[in-house]
């Protein structure tokens, strides 16, 4: 592996293959440690990890990104609805059904996985670009 830029930090270890950021993002966890608990609501990331404290807005206008990943997502998904019920159904399409369905997922996919995109897009960044010493959050003591 080779070593990481003069400020950089990361979790993970040697044996950790450079996509590992991206592997976590699909599983909904923090691109940088692997924690879980990253979701402050359904479409919500919380704004840093409570793991490792890795902020996940990187820069003004981050979440850009994430909208590509989502339309990205809602294309395979519903080609794959498409093209899947075109192959199982032939030569009988429901094509009522099929458009139905079909714009029924176009409307609630991307506000059901728009939050599951956010980490798929940190991870993805993550890969190409490691984060930095200045993009973790700095530990706040608690007033009690």
């Excluded at 003069?6 to 940088?32: D, H, Y």
Aim: include cysteine.
């Amino acid at each position: 592996m080779r070593p990481l830029r003069e400020g950089t930090m990361s979790s993970t270890t040697p044996s950790a293959s450079r996509i590992t950021p991206l592997v976590r993002g699909f599983k909904g966890q923090c691109p940088n440690c692997g924690g879980r608990g990253i979701f402050a609501g359904l479409n919500d990331l919380a704004p840093h990890c409570p793991t490792c404290r890795f902020s996940f807005v990187r820069e003004e206008g981050y979440w850009l990104g994430a909208m590509i990943v989502i339309m990205a997502l809602v294309i395979i998904i519903f080609g794959t609805w498409t093209i899947g019920g075109l192959l199982l159904t032939w030569p009988d399409v429901p094509w009522t059904m099929l458009t139905g369905v079909g714009i029924a997922l176009n409307i609630v996919v991307p506000f059901t996985l728009y939050g599951w995109s956010k980490t798929i897009w940190v991870g993805l960044d993550l890969t190409f670009n490691p984060a930095q010493a200045e993009e973790f959050t700095p530990e706040t003591p608690t007033d009690g």
